[in-house]
């Protein structure tokens, strides 16, 4: 299973890697928004060959990155998906010399939350009530990462 940066020809695995976002986003971005992120500043991510069964995006500019969303699909959590995804993410910022990388993540997203700390992310400050949940609203954890 390889982990490849997609170009705006590689139509059919952004569909796949939007699909995923589809299910596992509480707001999905608009397919247009979504297949934006293949070009800079932005760049996109999928794990899979035919099939994508996960991906990230990341946003650079100037020495700092942000990961914007990461997704596996489903049926195929637990395997290590996640975390492939994100040390590749830090292997482009810290080849493109990114001084950090910085995220949000709900604070209830205890799964995002332990895969970001096992890979060097610290939480730096909550915005409560950041984030549309089912019954209200939810708190945001922004998390960061120093590469260099
Ligand atoms: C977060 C997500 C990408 C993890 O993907 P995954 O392929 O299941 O993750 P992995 O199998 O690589 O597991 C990585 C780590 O995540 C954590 N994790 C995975 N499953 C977990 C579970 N059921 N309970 C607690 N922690 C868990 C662990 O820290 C695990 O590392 P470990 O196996 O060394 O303990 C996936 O759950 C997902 O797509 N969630 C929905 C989208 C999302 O929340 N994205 C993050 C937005 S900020």
Known sequence: MTIQTLSPDNHEMIKGAYDIHKQVTYSPWSYAAFADCVTPPYQMIALGDADVIGYAIIL???????????????????????KALTQKVIDICTQKKMATIWLEVRASNSIAINLYKSHGFTGQEVRKKYYEAKDGREDAIIMKRNNF
């Open 60 to 82: 650079m500019v100037a020495d700092e990155a942000t990961l914007m969303d990461i997704g596996v699909s489903p049926g195929a959590r637990g395997k290590g998906a996640g």
